[in-house]
């Protein structure tokens, strides 16, 4: 297995509160990523990084904000966290860097409550 | 941009009884095509990818998909369920832009 861990696992927090979701790996990979899993949609994309402090946006960034001063770290920011957010997060490495077909591995996941 | 579509949110089937997943996607370059599993409260593990090459690609516990390029699908089959494949599997695609992913299948075995 991939060497990703997420935490925290389980989260409750009140509307209008900041929360960081921390994404972790031992891989060394280049390419990280942050998801977002709703009932109906699938996984869709928040946020990804290429490397050390490169970021981009993906599908659904509004309300969110990452950073990646690390190569093994990558954080989800959630500025002012509101019911829509209430979600499952999951984290993804890219196994081959910026190659065609490459496939992603995943953490565990974190189950955001957002009251 | 790629999509893909998952047809059927939810498929029941006998234990011992042929599993087909259906997936159709869109791209507007060659793709790359994936089937992940997803447990519960588990993250998401690769069954098995379509890069190039052989359109029938085999992976992980007894699944295989085959690419068919003439009806943009990427159908997953096992021939025989069991009991331990009873979860939720994604398609996703992934070309010219990120990797998208279908909306999911969840996988019922009954006994």
């Known amino acids: 297995d991939a060497g990703i861990t997420q935490s925290p696992r389980h989260k409750v927090t009140e509307t209008g509160t900041p929360v960081t979701l921390r994404c972790h790996q031992t891989e060394n990979h280049r390419y990280m990523y942050w998801y977002r899993q709703d009932p109906g949609h699938g996984l869709r994309l928040i946020h990804y990084?290429?490397?050390?402090?490169?970021?981009d946006k993906g599908e659904v960034s509004d309300g969110y904000s990452v950073s990646r001063s690390k190569t093994e770290d990558f954080l989800l920011t959630l500025e002012s966290a509101t019911s829509s957010q209430t979600s499952v997060y999951f984290c993804a490495i890219s196994a081959e860097e910026n190659a065609p077909g490459y496939e992603q591995y995943f953490g565990p996941g974190t189950r955001l409550t957002v009251t | 941009a790629q999509s893909v579509t998952q047809l059927g949110s939810h498929v029941s089937v006998s234990e011992g009884a042929l599993v087909l997943l259906r997936c159709n996607y869109s791209s507007s370059v060659p793709p790359y095509l994936f089937w992940y599993v997803q447990y519960p409260n588990q993250g998401l593990q690769l069954l098995l990818k379509y890069t190039t090459g052989a359109t029938l690609v085999k992976g992980i516990n007894g699944f295989e998909a085959e690419f068919k390029k003439s009806e943009t699908s990427f159908h997953l089959t096992k021939p025989s369920a069991h009991m331990s494949d009873a979860a939720e599997y994604f398609c996703?695609?992934?070309?010219?832009?990120?990797?998208?992913f279908g909306a999911g299948t969840r996988l019922t075995v009954k006994p």
């Open positions: 996703a695609v992934s070309g010219a832009d990120d990797m998208r």
């Open positions: 990084s290429y490397g050390v402090k490169d970021t």
